[in-house]
């Protein structure tokens, strides 16, 4: 391992600033990889991470030239932006960035407005956009003659609907203040934040029509800046990157050998696996073996490529070779209506669902979604089909009049060389106290079917004259 960290000096970093203790565990998973064939994933589990060190850039530094709102925020981030779609954002979520240096004794606030859409949120984040805190938009307390329009009940057309919120630099304490984000930098680097939006009202703004929270810094003499002058006293920048993998070493991954390399991790039969950590995630293009060796040693839930901390995903591998169309099955948990400007918001067992077809780690790139209210009922069970496919092999019946929902494949597969093969990714978003069949729930990369029951995303293969042939109305045969 040291040898090969020498030659991969940001991987070295993260090796070194290990206890030993993680580095005794490092070596020795490490050593079983090896036995397994699976060295490589280790690997790419160390280099997959760019990590940016702004703390020395200029204020406003900016190499990607990445869209801006004002000085101190990076943004709008979306799949629909060729500079933008990184991390795997949802084609119905945005988000903006700051990367900043809150001066000692300063204390940094954010102005904002409860927007017009399904759910809002603050993360903080360390280096490689690993999640540290998240402060959900139902959660954050609004201020005096204000109503919080996104918790049960309340008025989701109010007109008062403010809300003030303080960033503070530091990890969060056991018993954390309201209306706070605790957004402590990594050694070395920045403090990290990103504010979401997730479906916003039918005719709104990416931003749900109220704009995104403006901040104000007060300094320790009790002076206040805004503008140009708050970004200068924060050092704030711009340099967001994708933790994107290298491409030599993902084609080490899909060439395991013993795996097939033109479908390399998907098998014949389709599965999701919850995303628990990077390792293990990787350890998917080994053996079962190596699975399971990877979860023994590494069995902690960890989230990469800036997470949601208010969310957990499963991820599936496809490859069309097994079957020209992917019938998407099970029931769709309920979820608050909102998209076309409902007047109240009503409880669901998740806050939200999508199922989304993104790429490889190469690109982390999003090609298309479909969130909740997008996928039509089969029945009062709530049942669902969505015909997974290429765009020219969408079947007759793919349609909402039939009972179908239907997500169009990317024609470039999995980004990196491979049309045919690629990646689905769901989302289960804050789901209630008494829901136990969402991803939240499952406690390892192989129960999840077990533990969601009839609300595990299944998936069959099928010819697309056969998926046809369940007419419309859609019925199983």
């Known amino acids: 391992l040291n040898g090969l960290t020498a030659q991969l000096p940001a991987a070295s970093r993260v090796y070194r600033s290990l206890g030993s203790r993680n580095r005794n565990a490092v070596e ?11 060295l490589l994933a280790v690997v790419a589990t160390l280099t997959v991470s760019v990590v940016s060190s702004a703390s020395a850039a200029e204020t406003g530094y900016n190499p990607n030239n990445l869209p801006t709102v004002g000085c101190f925020w990076t943004g709008p981030f979306s799949a629909s932006d060729e500079k933008t779609n990184l991390a ?33 949120s603050l993360n903080a984040y360390r280096s490689g956009g690993v999640s540290t805190g998240s402060l959900s938009g139902t959660d954050i307390k609004p201020d005096k003659g204000s109503i919080n329009p996104s918790r049960p009940g309340k008025n989701r057309n109010a007109k008062n609907r403010d809300y003030t919120v303080s960033v503070f630099s530091t990890d969060p304490p056991a018993n954390p203040a309201k209306n706070a984000l605790y957004a402590a930098p990594s050694p070395g680097s920045t403090q990290d934040i990103l504010y979401r939006v997730y479906v916003p009202d039918k005719g709104r703004s990416l931003a749900g029509g109220t704009g995104i929270p403006k901040p104000e810094l007060k300094l320790a003499d009790g002076t206040v800046l805004t503008g140009q002058a708050l970004c200068d006293s924060l050092n704030s920048t711009h340099d967001y990157q994708s933790n994107k993998m290298n491409p030599a070493l993902y084609s080490a991954l899909v060439n395991t050998p013993g795996k097939d390399p033109a479908t390399n991790p998907a098998l014949p039969t389709f599965t999701f696996s919850k995303y628990f950590n990077l390792t293990n995630s990787l350890a998917r293009y080994g053996s079962p073996e190596s699975q399971q060796t990877a979860w023994a040693n590494n069995p902690n839930e960890e989230g990469t490529q800036y997470n949601n901390g208010d969310a957990r995903y499963m991820t599936g591998a496809y490859a069309f070779q097994y079957g020209q169309v992917l019938a998407l099955h099970g029931k769709l948990p309920t979820t608050p209506m909102t998209y076309k400007g409902q007047k109240k918001t009503k409880a669901g067992q998740l806050t939200e669902w999508d199922m989304c077809g993104i790429q490889s780690l190469v690109t982390t790139k999003t090609y298309r979604c479909l969130f909740d209210e997008q996928i039509p009922l089969r029945n009062k069970k709530r049942s669902y089909v969505i015909a997974f496919a290429k765009s020219q092999l969408r079947p007759k019946n793919a349609t909402r009049q039939c009972g179908v929902a239907w997500l169009p494949a990317d024609p470039e597969g999995d980004g990196a060389g491979r049309p045919d093969t690629g990646l689905l990714l769901t989302r289960n978003v804050l789901p209630t106290a008494g829901y136990k069949k969402s991803s939240w729930s499952v406690t390892s990369p192989f129960n999840a079917a077990e533990i969601m029951g009839d609300h595990y995303p299944k998936g069959d293969y099928m010819a ?13 045969k």
Do not use: D, N, Q
Request: glycine letters at 12%; aromatic letters at 18%.
């Open 88 to 120: 795997y954002p949802g084609t119905e979520i945005t988000y903006w960035g700051a990367k900043f240096t809150t001066p000692v004794g300063a204390t940094l606030t954010l102005r904002g407005r409860y927007p017009h859409a399904r759910y809002s």
């Open 464 to 476: 697309k004259k056969a998926f046809e042939s369940h007419g419309c109305p859609f019925k199983w």
């Open 28 to 38: 020795e998973f490490v050593g079983t990889l090896k036995r397994t064939g699976l």
